[in-house]
């Protein structure tokens, strides 16, 4: 069994168009509050057979990527804007119920099911040294995302978790989709909005689930989860989108380059070979990111993540080009 307890090291300026275009969107479900969130089956309405349900058509648009107030692998190479030619991306991450669908229809099996587990968060009740919060689940993977000993499964509508890049490739390639780069992604968070970076409070409201209290001992929920929460419980953003910040981090197709600070651990003593590309960019931070730790619950926010390793606070969406 291949024990990958390598935990990774997670793991602005931007500028949009100054005018509002007329977003085009495909059938999407009604979200944005509680009560309808805990109500979606998480299935879009027509999907599969409508490859493009529940996504919405986001204008050719230019961004700076990146940020110059935050950390230094998020700092900009260049203020120079980048043109973002239009794409469909979903409006929200890949859920429980899709994911199942995919593997229905395909007989997929995850990488987590054939290393026989998957890194998940433990809530110490205890002091413990830094990343102690994390452990080798045997058993664990997207059908059992707490692990087999506990009752608790997942919900239809709530993101799938423990994916590898691998896993979230799969389930894009077959609808004839992509995973989103860096820049389309980042572009999609910061939506309409100009020189500021996107977080999760705004005008002092909690508009994205992430850790309220000191990490990683405490949350006192004061936006209704411990845990993940369904899609599209929080208001969308300008384009339409839901939950780009917080929830869970998101696989994009960039292989990582840039710094790396290893406040959730330096996966590199876990491998034998460092000549190929191992790690791919994760975006929008998690329901574990707090303000005392990690703080990446923003658009510019970015991590390297292992393309084999699941864990309990990663997912996707999915992108199609034009």
Known sequence: MKQIMMLSSFLLLGACQKTTP??????????????????????????????????VKLPQGKIVLGTTQGYEDERPLNLQTTSVPAFLIDATEVTNAQFQEFVKQTGYVTDAEK?????????????????????????????????????????????????????AYAYANWLGHDLPSELEWEYAAKGFQQNSDIGPTHEGHIVANFWQGEFPYKNVQEDGFKDVAPVGCFSKNPFGLYDLIGNVWEWTQTPYTGPRDHHMGDPSKYRQSHEQILQYTIKGGSYLCATNYCA???????????????????????VKRF
Do not use: I
């Open 115 to 167: 290393q026989g587990g998957a890194a998940m968060f433990v809530q110490p009740d205890h002091p413990v040294e830094e990343l102690q919060w994390w452990k080798f689940e045997k058993g664990a993977n997207w059908k059992h995302p707490w692990g087999l000993n506990n009752p608790k499964q997942p919900a239809p509508h709530e993101p799938v978790r423990m994916v590898t890049w691998n896993d």
């Open 22 to 55: 007329q977003l085009e969107q495909t059938t999407l479900p009604d979200l944005g509050s509680k009560a309808k969130c805990n109500s979606y089956s998480g299935l879009p309405s027509g999907w599969p057979k409508n490859k493009e349900a529940g996504m």
């Open 296 to 318: 990446r619950y923003r658009a510019a926010a970015r991590h390297p993540q292992e393309l084999d390793l699941a864990t309990s606070h990663v997912g996707f969406r999915t």
